[in-house]
């Protein structure tokens, strides 16, 4: 197979590719010899009928499909071990069939290439640690959130008002212009006051009602309302108060304490929220002080990002998004009625964020490829074992278990870890 490149630059090669007829003849017959048990023609045994009497039933062409796939392909391959320098950004190329035939074929293939990354200064850097400390406020509204996630609701006296912070459980009947619309008509819904759950005044409009009363309240849709046809509108719900109810929240006891783990009074339990908030304050700093280094690296290095890399990195940004509107009970085509965008704009405001994402990327790979930072199998393992562990899962079935998705992951997290303390031995971080 002779070729010739007819384009080459730091984003790629454009290989002119031709199959002359004596060695298609071949890779067609092997072809043949390969997949003849496939076909069943009359008079035949499966597998026994000769080539030519395929070709005249099925078409002449009938074997160039898997022949180009697989010469293309094996020829694709031994390019890329002959050129030890060429990284292809992609794992198969482009290409295009110019001709192809029973004397053979022309193809032009584009091998898109890896940007060239140039590195500046990774090495001897001096970063400011970002350092998140812990105060006693902090504790004390992580106590608070705490008292408040075990409180109780309590019914009022019958005769008691509506007031700001209570739960007040209503009937709801809304109508716009006389007419009842869709999610305008509930019963028994516990609305907390002052949470500004329901639009414009209507929570403001329930204070002072009591148990058993009754009241139009009137609102206006907000105009960048999600549902369409009720932004801007004037509506009135008709509402009854069912009940009146009232948080009760605990207070921080040694009783209190004892009933949230193995704890054996308030001073303990308190002491381990600290130590919890101090853990995670440890780890943020860690990682913010990690990504100012990488930053500065980054900021110090050249690379051209290509506009397909761009796209990709787009496209996993918005799965990424779709994936989590879909444990809020949103579509994304639901999400982007609701703000009034497109997806279009979505992308537009990302690109920036994943131009960067792939730009940071390209320069730590290129570090990791420099430095020679490779993992070895025992390192795989222990990670796995830890895992399995994690998981009370034994650890050979767990293994077994293991997609190989989330086994790329696995080896992914690994050597970033070895590269961030890599550049962490390599760069000075000062208080």
């Known amino acids: 197979m002779e070729n010739k490149i007819i384009n080459k630059d730091d984003e790629k090669i454009v290989l002119s590719i031709e199959m002359k007829a004596e060695e298609w003849e071949q890779a067609l017959q092997d072809t043949y010899e390969r997949m003849k048990g496939k076909y069943s023609i009359e008079g035949f045994r499966k597998g026994k009928a000769p080539r030519k009497v395929i070709e005249n039933f099925y078409g002449e062409n009938v074997f160039y499909e898997e022949a180009f796939n697989k010469t293309i392909t094996d020829f694709y391959i031994n390019y890329l071990q002959e050129n030890k320098d060429v990284k292809p950004l992609k794992n198969y190329p482009d290409f295009n069939i110019d001709e192809i035939g029973k004397d053979g074929y022309k193809v032009t293939m584009t091998i898109s290439l890896t940007p060239k990354v140039t590195l500046g200064d990774y090495k001897g850097l001096e970063v400011k640690k970002i350092v ?46 006389g007419e009842r619309f869709e999610g305008g008509m509930a019963e028994d819904y516990p609305l907390e006051i002052g949470s500004h759950s329901f639009i414009d005044t209507f929570e ?18 907000p105009k960048n309302y999600g549902v369409k046809n009720l932004a801007d509108k004037d509506a009135v719900f008709y509402v009854t108060i069912k009940e009146i109810k009232q948080k009760q929240i605990p207070e921080l006891t040694d009783d209190f304490a004892k009933t949230m783990g193995e704890f054996e009074d308030a001073k303990a339990l308190r002491a381990f929220i600290k130590s919890a908030l101090e853990k995670q304050a440890t ?31 787009l496209d996993a940004i918005m799965h990424d998004l779709s994936y989590r509107l879909m444990y809020q009970g949103l579509t994304l085509d639901q999400y982007v009625e609701m703000t009034q965008t497109t997806v279009d704009k979505i992308r537009q405001e990302k690109k920036a964020d994943a131009e960067n994402a792939v730009r940071t990327r390209l320069v730590l790979e290129e570090i990791i490829e420099k ?10 393992d222990a990670k796995i074992q830890e895992l399995a562990l994690n998981a009370h899962k034994n650890y050979e079935e767990f293994k077994k278990s293991l997609p190989k998705q989330q086994l790329d992951y696995i080896i992914n997290d690994i050597i970033v870890n070895k590269l961030y303390d890599f550049l962490a031995k390599e760069n000075k971080f000062v208080d």
Do not use: W, Y
């Not at 403001?204 to 849709?221: C, R, Y």
């Not at 780890?283 to 397909?308: C, F, G």
């Not at 430095?371 to 025992?378: N, P, R, S, V």
């Open 371 to 380: 430095e020679d930072l490779k993992i070895t199998q025992e390192e795989i």
């Open 204 to 221: 403001d409009q329930l204070i002072g009602m009591k148990k058993g009363d009754t009241k139009d309240v009137k609102v206006k849709f």
């Open 132 to 177: 998140h400390n812990v105060k006693d406020e902090d504790v004390e509204h992580e106590i608070k959130h705490m008292l408040e996630s075990q409180a109780k609701e309590v019914e009022c006296d019958p005769d008691k008002v509506v007031e700001n912070g209570d739960i007040a459980v209503i009937d709801f009947d809304g109508t716009i212009d």
């Open 283 to 313: 780890t943020r700093s860690q990682h913010e002080t990690e990504n100012a280094l990488v930053e500065k690296i980054v900021a110090n290095s050249q690379v051209k990002v290509p506009e397909d890399m761009i796209e990709a990195q």
